[in-house]
Nanobody
């Protein structure tokens, strides 16, 4: 299984970006998918997750109301729409998948089976 994260770039504060996470070797519809991010000098942190069953979504408080996670199973891709971006959103964003994710574990890195390589998002004027 390989995950390809893309869509990062440089954007001004208040702008938008859409990240994509495309899976190969396994149908993304079979998994729960999360996005994490790692800012310079900081630990990687949970951003959002979309569950396999029912497509329930969960967000970190810092991005709630600004970010939206969605999936397109026909394209084997999960998206992260990021609006109203702030300088503190600057980070490398990673997608990850889990075949057996449970609610109590969604923020834990070890709950995920596969990880993408990351895509850099820079929010700056």
């Amino acid at each position: 299984v390989q995950l390809q994260a893309s869509g990062g770039g440089l954007v001004q504060p208040g702008g938008s970006l859409r990240l994509s996470c495309t899976a190969s070797g396994r149908a993304v519809s079979r998994d729960s998918v999360a996005w994490f991010r790692q800012a310079p000098g900081k630990e990687r942190e949970f951003v959002t997750a979309i569950f396999r069953a029912g497509s329930n979504t969960y967000y970190a408080d810092s991005v709630k109301g600004r970010f939206t996670v969605s999936r397109d199973n026909t394209k084997n891709t999960v998206y992260l729409q990021m609006n109203s971006l702030k300088p503190e959103d600057t980070a490398v964003y990673y997608c990850a998948t889990s075949a057996r994710l449970i609610l109590s574990s969604l923020r834990l890195e070890h709950a995920y089976d596969y990880w993408g390589q990351g895509t850099l998002v820079t929010v700056s004027s």
